[in-house]
């Protein structure tokens, strides 16, 4: 009997417990896990407190790896590995490895997408100045730690949860922030008690 064969294109929080939970529902698939940066199942809510020195060891915010991937669920993941397009009609999807340019292309029986959201980048002049930062992933995080080296002030674009936070982190790290909302008030929905309790300490 064939195989089935599973591609999850994402391998951050959704891609990676969906490859997990497909192990445990076939222990004969085959499941191929891509994604595009180094890193997959990783603590996003952590990045701005690694940032902000709450968190001080950079791996506590790894959940898993790859090679615990393989190991443990025998999952074929592939980090820099960018999904560039998706043939539904013939089942295949067509893949970058960008360490080394090589295009291919692998089969599928089933597909799923997960590749998260990306922050929304205005189309206001400056915007692709190398200062303009944005935080989804851990390499981002590490950029902006070695940008912020001896920055006297930080402006945070968005008055969001990862806004808020990254407002903190940055008062933590004794930089002098602004924050810039468009709404009429930061953070729209009624704020948990344990984050005002947070802000109390930013100054």
């Known amino acids: 009997m064939k195989k089935t064969k599973l591609v999850i ?3 951050v929080a959704g891609g990676a417990s969906a490859a997990a939970r497909a192990r445990r529902l076939n222990e004969d698939a085959e499941i191929l896990l891509f994604e595009r ?12 407190y690694h940032i902000g020195g709450e968190i001080a060891d950079r791996d506590r915010l790894l959940v898993t790896s790859p090679e615990m991937m393989r190991d443990r ?3 074929d993941v592939r980090v820099r590995s960018e999904v560039t397009a998706i043939d539904s009609e013939k089942h295949e999807v067509e893949i970058k490895n960008l ?3 090589e295009i291919y292309s692998e089969s599928y029986d ?3 997408l997960s590749p998260g959201a990306e922050p929304i980048r205005p189309p206001i ?8 930062m944005s935080l989804r ?11 912020l080296d001896e920055q006297p002030h930080a402006t945070v674009i968005g008055g969001g949860y990862i806004g808020l936070e990254m407002a903190e982190a940055l008062r933590r790290r004794k930089i002098a922030t602004t924050l ?8 729209a929905r009624p704020i948990p008690k344990w984050f005002l309790f947070s802000i109390r300490n930013w100054t």
């Open 110 to 112: 089933a597909l799923v």
């Open 9 to 11: 294109i994402g391998g």
């Open 137 to 147: 992933n851990m390499e981002d995080m590490d950029r902006i730690i070695e940008a």
């Open 99 to 101: 360490e080394t340019g």
């Open 73 to 75: 669920f025998r999952i």
């Open 180 to 187: 810039v909302e468009l709404a009429p008030q930061v953070w």
């Open 125 to 132: 002049p400056g915007i692709e100045n190398p200062k303009v």
């Open 37 to 48: 940066n180094r890193y997959i199942s990783f603590a996003n809510c952590g990045l701005p």
